[in-house]
């Protein structure tokens, strides 16, 4: 499996000594003490804090230590030492700030005092919470609420997500995009279609019973470390791991568990796919057509033997509607259109399926290389289509996988954060407090990224997020954010959208989750929702970076305390003073999922909400799961490639989460010290005469009249598929078109751009 020719790839496992050692560097560099970093032992524990990183499930019987290299680094993090309040912004303007790169922005430390933009002097000068709160009150009720943003990334709390929603809605608009707009959205859209459910149907007890695990475009081994525990389980039971992705990463390759004495003495390594397919990004849809061709092809021949069936006939008759014209579309697709777009051959495809076909139970796991696509809707609905065909949604040890971002994005959409008003409970929010919700669909992302662009959206408050770095056109949306006339950002440390700012400008500093949060005297707790749809309650337990600093929930009061008249129905004092009575006002408005909310909130393991397709309870307008047609074949039907163009993929590397880069090194693709490189095959190098290490320029191959382009990219030569490179989120941004987007979710594409490479003179 190991080729020879892989140019920079590094041959080392997730996890091992190597992880170890970034542990350590880290809390070091942060300069965190020994009893702040004992802390971790607390991280996904019942009794502990919800990890601020992923949002991959916590078992509730945890491993004595139940975190991993990329839970550690954002822990120190946010635990840091380091932190800079009213002196550090009194020394630097926010032009010199500008300079920083991203990674000392974020490094200079924890913000500590609340800050207004002054622009004589410019500067961020320390103001008093009141006085920000009055004035963002008294600026926010002068505009349209339809033309102000509540954008949150998803790491608010359950709590915290419910009283923002319930602002934005008071004041009156759903204008609620968040991070999962950027995300999972498409998870979101495609799923319910199919199956009747917005989320994943497996829990972590099914990975101890299944029999074959498909995994596409899910980098686990960086965004989502502890779930090597669970793969890694499944491969000691010899379950087949069958991994689709342009990319061979070191996770999905082999994982030595750094909290096993014997493993890391002895450095064994356990191999975790057992076949891995580095299929062309966006050939996804493809792949999965082969693979559904393939199984249907072991059915006719199944027949004619008058073997049992290769496919489970009896689920399809019974759970199922469309299977008639999704096997014509699978017998109309040839092989050869599937291997030109998947970038696969059929032999390999047709050896996966043989995998899948013997397996009784099947997972699929999926990520950002299924979502960020024009198609990414469609390819998750071909996953399902995959598992449909033998009854893999609804048994033991079987189902669909999305892998979720943020720690609580799932969460948020779960009590209301979201720019769609039917995914709402407006009816509810009117009888519990009294007011008239709006019913008119809010702006998501990119909705909102082209009302700042147009000048129709006036103000943005920030629950969270570095959003002028995540979000698509760079260069446009630098400029029209500086135009806003309000941006607020409820943040705890410095980022590029600080200093990119509206022209009235504040930055509220806040407390992280890992920190105590003590109201009336009493400590408070908060909730998430991982992945698979179990609730957890948190306890903060570092003592805060300091005293001046306000919970998220007290900000958001804080906010609709100054902006709302008041309403006798809505005490935000007594919500912020005891944050369990959010939780009976969040059980009240869902009381199906968050009845007994908190004395269930400690449940070990987390308790789970109800998830019908989980049962085999299809919540789709025919009543059945839905197989689904796909439109096309090929990644973008309207991102023209032309020859000579090569399609890039954003990736994130072991050192950044998000937008906050920890450091400038990527060790499982053997990079160190910069993140301005771009991954290429020998082919596509040798065809445009660049040898390694060579710096150039990509542009994007578009023709709406608009430079996009990235100057000084090093070339590293890497086992990429001929035709596609890689390079890193968010450093290549400035190339991705905002109107690039799914296809019925807005996610942007941000894994196939058409890009042209320059050589530098
Ligand atoms: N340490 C760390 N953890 C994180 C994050 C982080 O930045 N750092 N971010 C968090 C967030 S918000 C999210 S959403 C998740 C993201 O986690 P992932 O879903 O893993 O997202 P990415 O790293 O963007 O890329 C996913 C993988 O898809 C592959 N890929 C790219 N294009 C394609 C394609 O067309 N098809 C297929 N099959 N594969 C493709 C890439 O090679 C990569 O391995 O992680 C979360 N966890
Ligand atoms: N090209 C490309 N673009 C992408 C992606 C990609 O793969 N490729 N991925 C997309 C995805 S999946 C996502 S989710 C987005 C993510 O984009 P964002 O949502 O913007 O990223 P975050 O990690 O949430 O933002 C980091 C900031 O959050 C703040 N923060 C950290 N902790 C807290 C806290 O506890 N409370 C508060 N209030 N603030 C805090 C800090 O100030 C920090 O600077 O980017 C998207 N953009
Ligand atoms: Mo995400």
């Not at 935000?572 to 003073?577: G, Q």
Request: net charge negative.
């Amino acid at each position: 499996m190991e080729k020879e020719d892989s140019g920079h790839e590094p041959k080392i496992p997730a996890g091992g000594w190597g992880s170890l050692k970034e542990v350590g560097g880290i809390l070091l560099e942060e300069k965190v003490p020994p009893q702040r970093a004992a802390l971790l032992l607390k991280q996904n524990k019942p009794d502990g804090y919800a990890c601020v990183s992923c949002a991959w499930a916590k078992p509730a019987h945890p491993h004595p230590a139940e975190f991993c290299e990329s839970g550690a680094k954002a822990t120190a993090w946010e635990v840091t030492s380091k932190h800079i309040g009213k002196d550090f912004f009194d020394k630097h303007t926010v032009r010199d700030l500008e300079r920083w790169h991203d990674h000392d922005l974020e490094a200079a430390g924890r913000i500590t005092v609340p800050l207004r933009y002054d622009a004589a002097s410019d500067r961020y000068l320390e103001i008093g919470w009141d006085q920000a709160f009055s004035e963002i009150g008294a600026h926010l009720r002068k505009l349209d609420p339809k033309s102000v943003v509540f954008y949150s990334s998803g790491r608010a709390s359950l709590e915290t997500s419910y009283m923002y929603q319930l602002l934005a809605r008071m004041y009156g608009n759903n204008n609620l995009p968040d991070s999962s707009n950027m995300c999972h959205e498409s998870t979101s859209v495609a799923l319910p279609k199919s199956i009747g459910v917005p989320i994943g149907t497996v829990v972590l007890d099914d990975f101890e019973k299944t029999d074959c695990i498909v995994f596409f475009g899910q980098n686990v081994g960086v965004n989502s470390p502890r779930m090597l525990h669970q793969l890694q389980e499944a491969r000691k039971r010899g379950v087949p791991i069958i991994t689709f992705n342009p990319l061979r990463e070191r996770g999905l390759v082999s994982f030595t568990n750094p909290q096993s004495p014997l493993e890391m003495l002895s450095g064994a390594e356990t191999p975790i796919s057992t076949r891995y397919h580095q299929l062309k990004a966006g050939g996804d849809t493809a792949a999965l057509m082969g693979l559904c061709k393939a199984v249907l092809e072991e059915e006719d021949a199944a027949q004619k033997r008058g073997d049992p069936p290769a496919v489970d006939t009896a689920f399809i008759a019974e759970h199922t509607q469309g299977f008639g014209p999704f096997v014509d579309k699978v017998r109309a697709t040839t092989w050869s259109e599937i291997e030109q777009e998947a970038g696969l051959d059929r032999a390999d495809i047709r050896d996966a399926a043989r995998v899948y076909m013997a397996s009784n139970a099947v997972i699929g796991v999926f990520g950002m290389g299924l979502t960020q696509h024009r198609n990414g809707v469609q390819n998750i609905q071909m996953l399902v289509n995959l598992l449909l065909l033998r009854g893999n949604i609804g048994k033991p040890g079987a189902g669909i996988c999305p892998v979720r971002g943020h720690s609580n994005v799932q969460g948020q959409r779960t009590v209301g954060i979201t720019e769609k008003p039917e995914l709402a409970p407006l009816d509810k929010l009117k009888e519990l407090y009294g007011f008239e919700p709006p019913r008119e669909k809010g702006l998501n992302t990119v909705e909102a990224c082209e009302g700042i662009q147009g000048g129709k959206v006036k103000a943005l408050v920030s629950l969270g997020g570095n959003l002028v770095r995540a979000v698509p056109d760079h260069g446009a949306m630098e400029a029209a954010w500086r135009a806003l006339p309000l941006t607020v950002q409820i943040s705890t440390k410095l980022n590029r959208s600080h200093l990119v700012h509206g022209q009235a400008a504040y930055i509220l500093p806040c407390l992280g989750r890992i920190e105590k949060d003590v109201q009336g005297g009493v400590e408070q707790a908060v909730s998430v929702e991982d992945s698979t749809g179990c609730m957890h309650g948190s306890k903060g337990m570092a003592e805060p970076a300091a005293s001046t600093l306000l919970s998220e929930p007290a900000i958001v009061a804080g906010l609709a305390k100054a902006l709302l008249d008041p309403n006798p129905k809505v005490d935000w004092d007594a919500w912020v003073a005891d944050y369990s009575k959010i939780r009976d006002a969040i059980a009240e408005t869902y009381p199906d999922i968050f009845h007994d909310f908190n004395a269930r909130m400690w449940t070990p393991g987390g308790f789970r909400k109800p998830v019908a397709a989980a049962h085999r309870e299809w919540k789709t307008p025919t009543g059945k799961a839905n197989f689904t047609v796909p439109d096309s074949l090929t990644v973008d039907p309207d991102m023209k490639e032309r020859a000579g163009t090569l399609r890039l993929f954003t990736v994130r590397s072991d050192g950044q989460f998000n937008t906050t880069i920890y450091s400038l090194d990527d060790r499982f693709r053997g990079v160190s010290g910069d993140r301005m490189v771009i991954f290429m095959s020998k082919a596509d190098m040798d065809a445009r005469g660049l040898q390694d290490g060579a710096r150039v320029s990509a542009l994007t191959a578009t023709d709406d009249g608009v430079e996009r382009r990235v100057d000084g990219l090093k070339v590293m030569e890497y086992p990429v598929p001929p035709g596609c490179i890689a390079g890193y989120y968010p450093e290549c941004n400035p190339l991705l078109p905002l109107w690039h987007y799914a296809k019925e979710s807005y996610v942007p594409a941000a894994k196939s751009i058409a890009v042209r490479i320059e050589a530098m003179q």
